[in-house]
């Protein structure tokens, strides 16, 4: 199975920070690398596909890039709203895996 | 927009099979070229359990050995999990989700609601 290690585990910084999660997979998995947003209480909302491709709906202060191995997420000026757990998961190959998972909160 | 939707006990004993069922609304089951599930331990990470294919091809996680089980009803435009043998490890919340593929990269656009499932006596 292909692993897929987030850091940091969490953070918390100020509204307006910019914030970066990283991802990184045991193997090359090109670009098939996807973000997802989790809040309590609710099912993981699709934010970036392909790595660096935002899904519609999604405000533009996400980003992701990377391929290969190496992927990070930016939140380029952190809202309230963006309070919640991030995850990484590969599609290169099954089993699809998902990284541990990054919790974000507003200081 | 598509809407998921599980269904399905919510406490299982032990040694017994979970059984759900995801209804998919404003959409055609066959609409989509296969449907996952995911499920979710109370306050861990994500596990991807399996899928089932338009075709009705399977591919399960293989740390779920031979327990798992993926079956559509196009007739009822549902498609459901059964997973035998469980133990309380399987006790989580359980995602039926829509896997969309662009250029072969595929990803989750679609979830479920999610449902708990507990497994104890």
């Given amino acids: ?107 | 927009q598509m809407q998921l939707r599980e269904s399905g006990p919510g406490l299982v004993k032990p040694s017994g099979t979970l059984s759900l069922t995801c209804v998919v609304s404003d959409a055609s089951i066959a609409s989509s070229n296969f449907w996952s599930w995911v499920r979710q331990p109370p306050g861990k990470g994500l596990e991807w359990v399996g899928e089932i294919y338009r075709s009705g091809s399977t591919n399960y996680n293989p740390s779920l050995k031979n327990r798992v089980t993926i079956s559509v009803d196009k007739s009822k435009n549902q498609f459901s999990l059964k997973l035998s043998s469980v133990t309380a490890t399987d006790t989580a919340v359980y995602y039926c989700a829509r896997p969309y593929c662009s250029n072969s990269i595929c990803y989750f656009d679609y979830w479920g609601q999610g449902t708990l499932v507990t497994v104890s006596s």
């Fill in chain 1, 1 to 107: 199975d292909i692993q897929m290690t987030q850091s940091p585990s969490s953070l918390s910084a100020s509204v307006g920070d910019r914030v970066t999660i990283t991802c990184r997979a045991s193997q090359s998995i090109s670009s098939y690398l996807t973000w997802y947003q989790q809040k309590p209480g609710k099912a993981p909302k699709l934010l970036i596909y392909a790595a660096s491709s935002l899904q519609s709906g999604v405000p533009s202060r996400f980003s992701g890039s990377g391929s290969g191995t190496d992927f990070t997420l930016t939140i380029s000026s952190l809202q309230p709203e963006d309070s919640a757990t991030y995850y990484c998961q590969q599609s290169y190959i099954t089993p699809w895996t998902f990284g541990q998972g990054t919790k974000v909160e507003i200081k």
